[in-house]
């Protein structure tokens, strides 16, 4: 891809500048992303502590997508009632609150409760953030939101790697969930003075009069959720189809995801660099041809080698398509950021739920290999839906 013109020659040399805000927002995406993924690798242990069913575990990666889903419901509500440093500062001592109760719960149903308060909380913090991000940088949200994902895919990162060390070193797998609480009340001691962007006024004025979201919106907005479906599809299944077709042992293709996760955070450091120079509308289509040239590729080689370099590849597509796409979201309506956060929060969610378990009842019937199909076709939606969508809302492209 060519940039024109340098991206308006870097939208007329306006530098991108970090607030202390900016900052903040950072530190709190790495704080959501280590608490999110931190539900995985734990339940090897609350499996066993528990003496949990297959059925009963996978209820639990399901709680954190309906607390998702709560607060896309009712999440710009609570904005406009509270506001947004309330929300925001609620949200994350909300997640702090329910990674606690799950160090403590000793039944399955006060873990699947714990969880739904850590996503629904979480998720409150990730509508108020993404709305503020997106007031204090306007036409340069993509570089924020890019740069932020960055520090949630370095939490996320760590999160297992957190949880094995200390689970090896005798301390166990909730001192590490201790740690990260300690982290955010440590950040919240020291930040907590930093100003946050208030709701915009003309927010509530159209929210009070139910303006509906233009067209444009929901069509970045499906996708938004398609390319969340495609991450978790991968992220969900990849590993057993490195066992089935690959021929890797259980451990080999575990290990071999994390490919996938640090191609993730090199993508979006080198996307919040290319954000400088290409517009957000052109370099989310030049992102899904990275994703889908990955993805085809891992699912088509006839080699392992390939394979694992397309995972590689699909992780460094991939990466960019959530966090672009949501700026392009909220570009549709920079008036109404919080019910924009909010609605994409509820698709978010919705995606999470269905469609990994859609691909896991195929795959039951026709096998992985041929239930990847979904993946491929949720691709070309995007692909599709991106260009409508960019047709039809001519000041993003422009």
Not at 131 to 148: M, P, V
Not at 360 to 365: L, N
Request: glycine share 10%; proline share 3%.
């Amino acid at each position: 891809m060519i940039p024109e013109n340098d991206y308006d020659s870097n939208r007329a040399k306006g530098k991108f500048v970090r607030t202390q805000f900016t900052w903040l927002a950072y530190a709190l995406l790495g704080y959501f992303g280590c608490l999110q993924t931190s539900v995985g690798p734990l339940m090897a242990f609350l499996r066993t502590e528990l003496h949990l069913s297959y059925t009963i575990e996978g209820l639990h990666f399901s709680a954190w997508a309906f607390g998702a889903i709560l607060a896309g419901i009712n999440g710009d509500y609570a904005i406009r009632l509270l506001g947004r440093r309330s929300v925001l500062w609620g949200g994350g001592g909300g997640m702090a609150v329910g990674a606690m109760a799950l160090i403590m719960a000793r039944q399955p149903l006060w873990t699947l409760l714990s969880i739904v308060l850590m996503g629904y909380a979480g998720n409150l913090l990730l509508i108020s953030m993404q709305a503020a991000l997106s007031d204090t940088h306007g036409e340069q949200r993509s570089i924020a939101l890019l740069e932020g994902n960055v520090m949630a895919s370095i939490g996320a990162f760590l999160a297992p790697f957190g949880i094995g060390l200390l689970q090896e070193a005798g301390a166990g797998w909730r001192s590490a969930l201790v740690l990260v609480v300690c982290t955010f009340l440590l950040l919240f001691v020291f930040t907590r003075r930093i100003p946050i962007p208030a709701v915009n006024a003309a927010e509530s004025t159209k929210a009070s009069i139910a303006k509906r979201l233009p067209i444009a919106f929901w069509a970045y907005w499906i996708v938004v959720i398609v390319g969340m479906a495609i991450e978790w599809c991968i992220t969900y299944w990849s590993a057993d189809f490195l066992v089935k077709e690959g021929g890797l042992s259980k451990a080999n293709a575990a290990g071999s995801l994390s490919l996938f996760f640090v191609a993730a955070v090199v993508g979006r450091f080198l996307g919040s660099r290319l954000a400088r120079r290409i517009r957000p509308s052109r370099l989310v289509v030049f992102s899904i041809a990275v994703a889908a040239a990955g993805f085809l590729l891992f699912w088509l080689a006839p080699i392992l080698s390939l394979r694992l370099s397309g995972l590689l590849l699909a992780g460094l597509g991939i990466a960019n398509l959530y966090p672009l796409a949501i700026s392009l979201t909220l570009a549709t309506v920079p008036q109404q950021a919080d019910t924009a956060s909010a609605r994409i929060s509820l698709g978010s969610g919705l995606s999470v739920i269905v469609v990994p378990f859609v691909l896991g009842a195929f795959a039951d019937r026709v096998g992985l290999r041929s239930a990847f199909s979904i993946v491929a076709m949720l691709l070309l939606i995007m692909i599709i839906m991106v260009n409508f969508a960019n047709r039809l809302n001519k000041q993003v492209v422009a």
